[in-house]
């Protein structure tokens, strides 16, 4: 149903904490936002955004015994909805920034736009990288996954592997030391990229072993992982290990795609944000959070960046004279 004779003042495209945050801000304004939060089946737009596949955030103001990214981000849609936000679990598959107000297609690319804005906050995040291998379609979700939180009790007793030298990657590896009966970190390098704080953490752990210079080759099992086969980067060797389980937390993609063509980007693929604020290559879309973040990619930084764009969207409409 085309809705494209009521123009929104605010259309926020994204659910994690920057659009979240972003949400509060322009609700309280009573500016009455629309969330297009994403589609559960989606892995580029995932509503609440990476929060949903993290396990323990420790480090978010306000817990100081922590709380679970799951948890964390219900909070910020229950805070939203009480200040009047209206969130819509749908994708948004076109968006027109050339005209104005600007056009926004839900579902379809064809007829007219569904939603019209005044305003739009981009806050579609970054999805997580995979490693490229043809069975992994096969087994996603079948000794394949990128979320601890949500599969690590399925893993209880097991050997089990995980997938990158980040901080992400030895956090998924400490929460599923829990479950599993052992838990070895694959790193293509011979040092962590990771924070000293959490190497310190899984060198300590019993349960963690580490493979250096070694990167995953193929997966092998039809209907559910059997054995993960590994390379040595120098020599090449390759060899096969009985992992049951195998978690990839090796980085994130922008999701821009929506965007290309119409709003400017860094080489690496991140929306250009300028003078230090919200404001992108349009006059009128804002973005936040880490579609536009490619430094820190904290939650607490993408909530703040969602605070900078709904302020800068209140006072540009303002001053547009809404």
Not at 87 to 94: C, E, G, N, P, W
Not at 172 to 196: G, N, P, Q
Not at 290 to 305: F, M, N, P
């Amino acid at each position: 149903m085309s809705t494209s004779d009521d123009v929104r003042n605010v259309t926020i495209i994204g659910s994690g904490p920057g659009g979240l945050t972003a949400a509060i801000y322009t609700a309280r304004a009573t500016l009455e936002p629309l969330v297009i939060e994403g589609e559960p089946s989606s892995t580029s737009d995932q509503p609440g955004g990476q929060l949903m596949l993290t396990t323990d955030v420790e480090n978010f103001p306000g817990f100081p015994d922590g709380i679970t990214g799951p948890e964390l981000m219900a909070g910020f849609r229950a805070q939203a909805v009480r200040f009047g936000a209206e969130i819509l679990t749908a994708k948004v598959s076109r968006v027109d920034l050339t005209t104005w107000p600007f056009e926004l297609w839900v579902g379809t690319t064809d007829g007219d736009p569904t939603y019209r804005s005044r305003s739009v906050i981009v806050a579609t995040g970054a999805s997580s990288l995979m490693l490229g291998l043809p069975a992994e379609q096969r087994l996603l979700g079948h000794g394949l996954s990128t979320c601890a939180t949500c599969d690590g009790f399925f893993f209880r007793d097991q050997d089990i592997c995980v997938v990158g030298g980040g901080d992400s990657a030895l956090e998924e590896a400490l929460f599923l030391s829990r479950f599993a009966r052992t838990v070895t970190v694959i790193h293509r390098r011979d040092t962590l990229r990771a924070s000293k704080i959490m190497q310190a953490r899984a060198f300590d752990n019993p349960k963690i072993e580490f493979l250096w210079n070694t990167v995953v080759a193929d997966l092998l099992g039809e209907e559910r992982l059997t054995a993960v086969i590994t390379a040595d980067v120098a020599t090449g060797e390759q060899t096969t290990r009985p992992f049951t389980g195998i978690f990839v937390a090796i980085g994130h993609r922008p999701n821009t795609g929506l965007f290309a063509g119409q709003l400017e980007l860094h080489d690496n693929g991140y929306l250009r944000t300028f003078d230090d604020r919200s404001h992108t290559s349009v006059e009128g879309v804002f973005a936040c959070g880490d579609v536009q973040d490619d430094w820190y990619r904290q939650a607490i930084t993408a909530a703040g960046s969602g605070c900078m764009a709904a302020i800068d969207a209140e006072r540009w409409l303002e001053a547009k004279g809404h």
